[in-house]
C-alpha cells in the first residue's frame, strides 16, 4: 500500500516562493509517476505537475509552467514542488498522487490510484 503524505503549504505573499513535499512510503518515487494537483474553493480539481516514474520527464500545467519545478530525492522517498513567483490565483489545497509501477506520465487524474490528504498554499494579493 501506497501512502503520501503532504507538508509545506502556508500562508504566503504574492511573488513569494514556497516548498512543498511529499512524503512517500510503499513504494519507491524511482517505480512510480508522481504528480501533483490543486483545487481552488468552488473549482474542480486541476493538474499542476508530474514526473516520470525514471525521473526523467516531467510535464507542467501551461499555468505554472516557468514558475513550478517538480524534482524528486529518492535518498528519502519524496517528491517535490518548488513554487515560485506565486500568485493569488495559485491559492489552492496541493494534492499529491501516485501511480502504479512503472505507469503512464500523465496529466490525468484516473491515472493516479494513490493520494494525499493535501496540503493548502493561501497566496495573499
Known amino acids: 500500500q501506497v501512502q503520501l503524505e503532504e507538508s509545506g503549504g502556508g500562508l504566503v505573499q504574492a511573488g513569494d516562493s514556497l516548498r512543498l513535499s511529499c512524503a512517500v512510503s510503499?513504494?519507491?518515487?524511482?517505480?512510480?509517476?508522481m504528480a501533483w494537483f490543486r483545487q481552488a474553493p468552488g473549482k474542480e480539481r486541476e493538474f499542476v505537475a508530474c514526473r516520470s516514474w525514471s525521473g526523467r520527464s516531467t510535464l507542467y500545467a501551461v499555468s505554472v509552467k516557468g514558475r513550478f519545478t517538480i524534482s524528486g530525492d529518492n535518498s528519502n522517498n519524496t517528491v517535490y514542488l518548488q513554487l515560485t513567483n506565486l500568485k493569488s490565483e495559485d491559492t489552492a489545497n496541493y494534492f499529491c498522487?501516485?501511480?502504479?509501477?512503472?505507469?503512464?506520465?500523465?496529466?490525468?487524474?484516473?491515472?493516479?490510484?494513490?493520494w494525499g490528504q493535501g496540503t493548502q498554499v493561501t497566496v495573499s494579493s
Open positions: 510503499g513504494r519507491s518515487i524511482d517505480d512510480i509517476p
Open positions: 498522487a501516485a501511480g502504479i509501477n512503472n505507469g503512464l506520465t500523465s496529466s490525468q487524474e484516473r491515472n493516479y490510484y494513490y
